[in-house]
């Protein structure tokens, strides 16, 4: 069974920019989770789909950010324009039930 | 505020020494809680979890955790370290009134020295 996974692992835009995360969980999973690691902190909640329906966005930082999960099932996550403190492993995670999490390996943004 | 922490950013060890990583934890009832293990260029991987079932939880890799509500706890612990367990740890917790997100502690890098 494959795992989550997320593309690209590594981004490096300017400030101002766009950039799109996506995040394939595995496959039946109706939970998707995303989280972001800033340098030097702990990693924090960003929102929480329940198939294409957003659960819970409290996490989300300003309205820069716009979380999609289209049918349910892959999910991007759009930066809209970039700025230097969104820099960070942003993670994914997919479960089925309350409390199984399970984590892709990141991307890695970097905005310069 | 309710809270998952962890004590020490870094533990160093010996290899075949006792590993001891801590967390507490504030809420408000006993919550769900988990130990992660993030391994260099990899996700996290989910070592154990506690659901209010058996207090002393067993995981992967022989790491084990044992829940103390009197003490707020959820120490991770292994017996005897190996080179490869050289990562970073993270403990997290599905507190009160956080609906399914996870709130992790800053997290614990192990080192396992020779």
Known sequence: ?112 | AQSVTQLGSHVSVSEGALVLLRCNYSSSVPPYLFWYVQYPNQGLQLLLKYTSAATLVKGINGFEAEFKKSETSFHLTKPSAHMSDAAEYFCAGILTGGGNKLTFGTGTQLKVEL
Not at chain 1, 44 to 66: A, C, I, T
Not at chain 1, 82 to 90: F, Q
């Open chain 1, 1 to 112: 069974e494959a795992g989550v996974t997320q593309f690209p692992s590594h981004s490096v835009i300017e400030k101002g920019q766009t950039v799109t995360l996506r995040c394939d969980p595995i496959s039946g999973h109706d939970n998707l989770y995303w989280y972001r690691r800033v340098m030097g902190k702990e990693i924090k909640f960003l929102l929480h789909f329940v198939k294409e329906s957003k659960q819970d966005e409290s996490g989300m930082p300003n309205n820069r950010f716009l979380a999609e999960r289209t049918g349910g099932t892959y999910s991007t996550l759009k930066v809209q324009p970039a700025e230097l403190e969104d820099s960070g492993v942003y993670f994914c995670a997919s479960g089925m039930d309350r409390g199984w999490q399970y984590f892709g390996p990141g991307t890695r943004l970097t905005v310069t």
